[in-house]
């Protein structure tokens, strides 16, 4: 036969031409698949060249046999004849594929039906089963490629199903292996599924299952698991494979078990074969039966351990056969019988180590399967049934989930934190020692990666519109609306892992094993403590989980979301019992008291979440009592706590208003009669809530608005007859005092109701808030200040006492005092009359609320001198005085350290009087009883002689000459006094020199007072010849040291001391109060017997100790630190003036002699060169006034008068100081008086300048004599005329 397509035409045309290279004839084609003689070369040759042209050319062929009917029907006949003919497999496997094809592309019913009849005569006649394999492989593969075609045979057809059968039992796996795939086929059509549920219950399940637990070869074991998934997809054809399972109860040998239901063995069977695709698919077909009914099917394959099994194939490389596992698995974790029989503990390593390999591949579906697989593991893993039998094994999932939790795939990252929230149970870790360091890491870790998908917290204010908003359009329960639904899925995941971390603390307290690391080493510190990780949750949640749930609720509110929030918070309470406080009012502060009960509102109404209603209520009770432990510890009681968590147990759960409809319901009246107290329980509730929120600054509703509601509350309940438990009165009040000023004032009506409610009441502490506003609310009304001022001002001032040790009372107590007086200060200011409660407290208190009494009286003085009630206060000093000096013996008096308060505040009341007045009977009263005081101490009780001595030293300079003289006899008459005074002076030589010459200790101030005193009763007692009843005695020695040496006493002494040494040299020595003892004197007065005549004149003095004193003046003039202290260097001046007048009466040779030294023109050039360089100083202007005075020409000469002249005409006199003006005045007078000779220019502006300074002098305001140099009070008269 001439090769087919050598020439297309062929006599047959080119009609039958197909375009092929090199062109193919069908023709020619047929004929030599017919011809018998043909080799099986050139027949594949002709099959492999139809097989192209019907894959690369199908139209063309099409067109060329579908208009021929009987063409098509020869060539599929001469093919299907080939089947049975020839025995080579390659060439059967061409045939069959063309004639599929072939079939394919005719898409004709009748050639599909022709070529079934075909088949089922074919296999009616075989001679053996062995032949009709390539029927069957046909028809398996025509089932695959066309559509329907299984209907049609199963419909048609049916008795092919019976071959079916017999092939099935033929001993040949190929030809089992064929009848399975088209078994497969069949039962993957519905129709077929149908027709053949009774072909397979009855007749091939048993067959089936047979054939797949003995198939030896891979193309069967495949088919049949084909086969078994086609199956599995129908719950009647599982029932029945399942069938002789019996979950309820297990059996006792595996043989039984195999005879009743052979499938679980069988999948086992090929989960124990090394080939990961006959795994896979057994895996598969596990998953596939499981899902129908986990509880019916999987306790067959526990009891057959299959999951053994399957945690074993984990450690493959397929991805399909991790996968398989994974479902297998996840399904059977819905089986509690998967637990108790410990295949988790078996598997769990195993999964961790197949996470660890799956997390290096990418495949963020096997990630997500694998983590949701472990979540379950963790959440449904019994308690007693210990998980992790190793803390290596626990470190290790820390570490998975770490990796996970930071994994860039946000669909990883939601089963990573579920993985977490589940992962953190007590019974998962509690093989000691707890890892608390790693745990601390991988909240954190979450904590972070949840707040970095978040976005930027918007800066939109909610303050007018509440925390947050819920759109009206939306149900109350709608979740995540507008947050991407991912995000917030792991916000939720979130928050459960962080409150399953706190619940775990809280547990953990009751272990003994869990508090710290057993391991640690000896003297070596650990963080692995339960301590540690608790108040890490406390910090994490302050830094990370708040801000991210506030900027969640800007925007969107979930039920869920913050069911578990609250839940968490409410945990915490309990997690740092140290810090419960601290954590209590942080959150108070920061208006969670408000956002709970704004969720309660719109999320918990008409019994609307009840989880989330009962998760609040319980957060707001415990944050209740624990700031009512708090800010009321000083008085708290069982019984009242008990009631108030009583209360808010049960009225909180029912309180779901809104905040407008709670203010409503404050004014509300119950009716009449009624037993129904749901009502007041509201009431009280809302109350509590609000006073422990305004209490920490949360003030979130309008003031005005409940400054009404709380009068209504109080009103409403008088006129009901009832009054309300303290507790309530008490927060009532509060918020009412809060309000008060953003409210109306209180009517008559208001102010007796609540005088009727608090004089119901046994004790007034009951309802005390120590609280500015509430004590300003007590005093601002008269009916209130009149009946509770004393007993709130008693309370105020009491708050806080505790037996502390002196020390702490004098660091701490003072700083608390001063800050109380602060609060009290503007209300005194404004109502002065509240003077006389405090004073009557300080009678009838007890020591230290008299001693804060007298702090606050005494800063109220100091920083308000416009207030006039020195008269008020000075007749009740003397009162409380005369009752203390009564009462207290010496030594009771030295220790009551109320006394020093009181006298310096004595003394503060009198420095208050500008200039100068006449002392009444109640000045002169106070006097003899401080000046008593006084003869009762020693000179160590610096405290209580201080403020005396200051207020005696005032007494005598502070007044007119009447008063004066009569002050001074009451001084002089006091022997005890003046006994006290000798000791003074005394110790100023005998207690040890101070370090520094600034700074004044309590004994150097006293030791000024002293001296001043003393000086000022020399003074005066010359003046008025007082009589004496007490001399004093004074080393001149000792004096003239002091000043000479100086030995490093405090400038001021030093000052106090010259101003004595000074009124003696005016008095030449001669006092009857004071005499003088030393070496000068010790040989007696009258007739004494000096060794130089020069020092006889000058008696008691030397000439050497003359000159050694005007240096040493001279030296204390110029000091630095007298340079910046005017009044000291007055004082200088002032002596050094005396001296020269007490040598000029005694030697007036020795005076000029003095005067007219060389030394003091330099003193005037560094005078001058100081920092005002000026001759308008005090110092300077008295000197000049000195030298001229005694004629110093050498010292002084006219061009300095002249320079003088010129600056003082040139100066603006009336801002010159006082002691300046006074000084130069007196100088003016001298330049007149010495008669020195001036031109007329100059002799007219002494004149003008000296009637205007006597004019200014005349019509200038009085100054404060007395002044407060440290704790000394000094008289600038005194010291500087």
């Known amino acids: 036969m001439a090769e087919p397509c050598a020439q ?69 006949g001469i093919l299907f004849g080939m089947l049975h003919t020839v025995e080579d497999s390659s060439a059967l496997d061409l045939v069959t594929k063309v004639l599929v094809r072939l079939l394919a592309e005719l898409k004709s019913e009748l050639y599909l039906r022709c070529i079934l009849d075909e088949s089922q005569k074919e296999l009616c006649q075989a001679s053996s089963m062995r032949g009709t394999l390539p029927t069957f492989t046909l028809l398996g593969k025509l089932a695959d490629a066309i559509p329907g075609f299984a209907d049609i045979l199963v419909v048609e057809h049916n008795n092919l199903v019976d071959h079916l059968l017999m092939g099935l039992m033929y001993p040949n796996e190929a030809l089992k292996a064929a009848v399975c795939y088209l078994y497969g086929k069949l039962y993957s059509s519905s129709v077929g599924t149908e027709r053949l549920s009774a072909h397979f219950e009855e007749r091939l399940c048993g067959l089936f299952l047979n054939t797949l637990g003995c198939a030896q070869t891979k193309e069967l074991q495949v088919n049949c698991l084909g086969l078994l998934k086609e199956l599995l997809k129908s719950d009647h054809f599982v029932s029945v494979l399942m069938n002789n399972s019996k979950t309820g109860e297990e059996p006792e040998n595996s043989d039984i078990l195999e005879e009743e239901n052979p499938l679980p063995l069988v999948l086992k069977k090929l989960l124990l074969t090394k080939d990961e695709l006959l795994q896979a698919a057994s895996s598969h077909c596990v998953a596939a039966v499981l899902v129908h009914s986990p509880s019916r099917y999987a306790p067959a394959f526990i009891r057959a351990d299959v999951p053994e099994f399957l945690f074993e194939c984990l450690s493959c490389n397929s991805e399909i056969l991790i996968w398989s596992v994974y479902c297998c ?48 593991i963790l959440k449904r893993q019994p308690v007693e049934i210990k998980l992790f039998t190793n803390r290596g094994v626990c470190i290790e999932a820390i570490d998975i989930l770490m990796e996970t939790v930071n994994c860039p795939v946000l669909e990883v990252v939601v089963e990573a934190v579920r993985a977490v929230a589940a992962f953190l149970r007590k019974d998962h870790l509690s093989s000691p020692p707890v890892p608390y360091e790693q745990l601390q890491k991988l909240l954190e870790a979450v904590l972070k990666r949840c707040a970095d998908l978040s976005p930027p917290q918007s800066s939109k204010s909610h303050a007018s519109d509440g925390l947050f908003s819920v759109p009206q359009s939306h149900p109350a329960n709608r979740n995540l609306s507008r947050v991407p639904q991912r995000q917030g899925q792991i916000l939720l995941s979130t928050l ?31 963080k692995d403590t339960l301590s540690n990780f608790s108040e890490f949750l406390l910090r994490i949640c302050d830094s990370l989980c708040i801000p991210m749930v506030m900027n969640y609720l800007e925007r969107a509110v979930s039920p869920s979301v913050m069911e578990v929030f609250i839940s968490a918070l409410n945990t915490l309470f309990t997690v740092v019992p140290k810090m419960r406080t601290k954590f209590s009012k942080k959150l108070a502060s920061s208006s969670f008291i408000r956002l709970t009960l704004e969720l309660k509102a719109t999320f918990c109404s008409v019994q609307r979440n009840p989880a989330l209603n009962q998760v609040c209520s319980s957060f707001l009770c415990n944050l209740c009592l624990s700031l009512y432990s708090a800010t009321e510890k000083e008085k708290t009681s069982s019984q009242e706590e008990q009631e108030m968590s009583e209360l808010l147990q049960k009225g909180l759960p029912q309180l779901n208003y809104t905040i407008a409809e709670s203010l409503l319901l404050l004014a509300e009246t119950p009716e009449p009669f009624s037993l129904d107290q749901s009502l007041y329980s509201h009431q009280h509730c809302f109350i509590l809530l609000l006073y422990f929120a305004f209490t920490l600054g949360d003030r979130f509703v309008p003031e005005a608005e409940l400054f009404l509601a709380i009068r209504n509350f109080l009103l409403s309940a008088q006129d009901h007859g009832d009054c309300p438990p303290p507790h309530i009165l008490r927060a009532a009040l509060y918020l009412l005092a809060v309000c008060h000023d953003k409210g109306k004032a209180l009517d008559m009506r208001s102010l007796c109701t609540i005088r009727r409610i608090l004089d119901n009441l046994p004790d007034l502490s009951l309802i005390y808030v120590h609280c500015p506003l509430l004590l300003k609310f007590f005093l601002h009304y008269t009916e209130l200040m009149g009946r509770f001022g004393h007993q709130v001002l008693q ?94 013996s010496s030594a009771s008096l030295q220790a009551n350290r109320n006394l020093p308060v009181l006298l310096s505040l004595l003394f503060l009341v009198q420095l208050r009087s500008k200039g100068t007045r006449e002392l009444d009977s109640t000045d002169f009263k106070l006097l003899h009883q401080v000046s008593n005081l006084c003869g009762r101490c020693r000179p160590r009780d610096t405290d209580l002689l201080q403020p005396s001595l200051n207020f005696l030293y005032w007494s005598l300079h502070q007044t007119t000459p009447l008063s004066q003289q009569r002050a001074v006899a009451v001084l002089l008459s006091n022997v005890s006094l003046l006994e006290l005074l000798q000791k003074v002076l005394e110790c100023t030589w005998l207690w040890s020199p101070a370090t520094d010459p600034v700074y004044l200790s309590p004994e150097d101030a006293l030791l000024c007072s002293g001296w001043l005193l003393v000086a000022s009763l020399l003074l005066y007692q010359h003046r008025y010849n007082t009589e004496v009843h007490q001399i004093l005695s004074l080393d001149l ?23 004595l040494l000074r009124t003696l040299l005016r008095q030449n020595f001669s006092s009857s109060l004071l005499v003088l003892v030393g070496q000068n004197t010790a040989q007696g007065a009258m007739q004494p017997q000096p060794a130089l005549l020069q020092d006889a004149a000058l008696y008691p003095l030397a000439m050497q100790q003359v000159f050694s004193l005007v240096v040493s003046l001279q030296n204390l003039l110029v000091h630095i630190q007298l340079q910046k202290e005017m009044l000291l260097s007055q004082a200088v001046v002032a002596c050094l003036e005396s001296l020269v007048e007490y040598l000029y009466v005694k030697n007036q040779d020795a005076a000029l002699h003095v005067a007219s030294q060389p030394w003091h023109r330099f003193l005037l050039f560094a005078l001058l060169n100081g920092g005002q360089k000026s001759f308008l100083q005090p110092e300077v202007l008295r000197l000049m006034t000195l030298f001229l005075r005694y004629q110093s020409s050498n010292i002084i000469s006219q061009k300095e008068i002249s320079q003088i002249l010129q600056e003082a005409a040139e100066a603006n006199l009336a801002q010159l100081p006082e002691a300046t003006s006074r000084a130069l005045h007196l100088f003016l007078c001298q330049v007149q008086s010495s008669h020195c000779q001036m031109e007329p220019v100059q002799a007219e502006t002494i004149q003008t300048l000296s009637e205007h300074l006597l004019g200014q002098r005349t019509t200038c305001m009085q100054h404060q004599d007395i002044v407060c140099l440290g704790s000394v009070a000094v008289s600038l008269s005194h010291i500087g005329d």
């Not at 404004?830 to 004073?839: D, K």
């Not at 009678?843 to 416009?866: G, H, I, P, Q």
């Not at 003239?1040 to 101003?1059: D, E, G, M, W």
């Open 8 to 76: 297309p035409c062929g006599g047959h045309g080119w009609r039958w031409a197909v375009p092929l290279r090199p062109p193919l004839c069908l023709a020619c084609a047929v004929e030599t698949l017919r011809d018998g003689s043909a080799s099986l070369v050139r027949k594949k040759h002709i099959l492999s060249r139809l097989h192209d042209a019907l894959a690369w050319q199908t139209l063309p062929v099409v067109q060329l046999l579908a208009p021929d009917e009987r063409v098509c029907m020869h060539l599929m």
């Open 329 to 376: 698995l996840l399904l059977l974790t819905e089986e509690r019988l998967f637990f108790s029989k410990c295949h988790t503990v078996y598997g769990i390593e195993a999964l961790m180590r197949s996470l660890q390999d799956v997390l290096q591949l990418n495949n963020v579906e096997l990630h997500k399967q694998g983590l949701l697989l472990f979540t379950e």
């Open 496 to 526: 459960e892992s962080f409150r399953n971390a706190c619940r775990l603390a809280v547990e953990f307290q009751s272990d003994p094993m869990a508090q710290e690391n057993a391991f640690t080493a000896p003297n070596s510190e650990s």
């Open 795 to 888: 309370l105020w001032f009491s708050w806080g006492d505790c037996k502390q040790s002196e020390t702490e009372e004098a660091g701490i107590g003072v700083s608390d005092q001063l800050n109380s007086a602060a609060s009290l200060l503007p209300i005194l200011k404004s109502n002065s009359s509240i003077l006389l409660i405090l004073l009557d407290l300080v009678c009838s208190s007890s020591v230290e609320v008299a001693w804060k009494v007298l702090m606050t009286l005494k800063t109220f003085l100091e920083r308000n001198e416009d207030v006039l009630v020195c008269d008020l206060l000075r007749s009740q000093f003397l009162q409380i005085l005369q009752q203390l000096l009564v009462e207290s």
């Open 1037 to 1059: 020695t000792e004096v003239l040291n002091a000043v000479i040496f100086r030995n490093k006493k405090p400038i001021l002494l030093l000052v106090s001391i010259v101003q």
